[in-house]
C-alpha cells in the first residue's frame, strides 16, 4: 500500500510562484497533480511516468513543470506564474503501472495540500 504525503502549498500573489512536493512512502509508476477549486470538479494538472515522460493541462502549459525523483520516491510540482483561477486543493496521485490514467483510476491519493493565489 502507498502512501502520499503532500507538502508546499500556501499563499502567493498572482504572478508569483510555488513548489509542491509529493513523498511516497515506495517506489510507483505512472504519478499525478490533480486539482479542486471550490464548486468545481477534479481537474488533472500534469502526470509524470517513471522515464520523466510528461503531460500537461491546458491550462498550465508553459507555466507549470512537474518532475520526480526515483530515488527519493517523490513527485514536485513547479508553478510558475500564477494566477487567481490555479486557486485550488491541489492532490498527488499514483499507480504501480506506467500507464496514462483518468483520474478515476488513480489508486493512491494524498490528503491534498491548499494553494491560494490572491
Known amino acids: 500500500h502507498v502512501q502520499l504525503v503532500e507538502s508546499g502549498g500556501g499563499s502567493v500573489r498572482a504572478g508569483g510562484s510555488l513548489r509542491l512536493s509529493c513523498a511516497a512512502t515506495h517506489s510507483t509508476g505512472c504519478m499525478a497533480w490533480f486539482r479542486q477549486a471550490p464548486g468545481k470538479g477534479r481537474e488533472g494538472v500534469a502526470a509524470i511516468k517513471s522515464d520523466s515522460s510528461t503531460i500537461y493541462g491546458d491550462s498550465v502549459k508553459g507555466r507549470f513543470t512537474i518532475s520526480r525523483d526515483n530515488a527519493k520516491n517523490t513527485l514536485y510540482l513547479q508553478m510558475n506564474s500564477l494566477k487567481s483561477e490555479d486557486t485550488a486543493l491541489y492532490y498527488c496521485?499514483?499507480?504501480?503501472?506506467?500507464?496514462?490514467?483518468?483520474?478515476?483510476?488513480?489508486?493512491?491519493w494524498g490528503q491534498g495540500t491548499q494553494v491560494t493565489v490572491s
Open positions: 496521485a499514483a499507480e504501480q503501472s506506467d500507464s496514462w490514467y483518468p483520474s478515476s483510476d488513480y489508486g493512491y
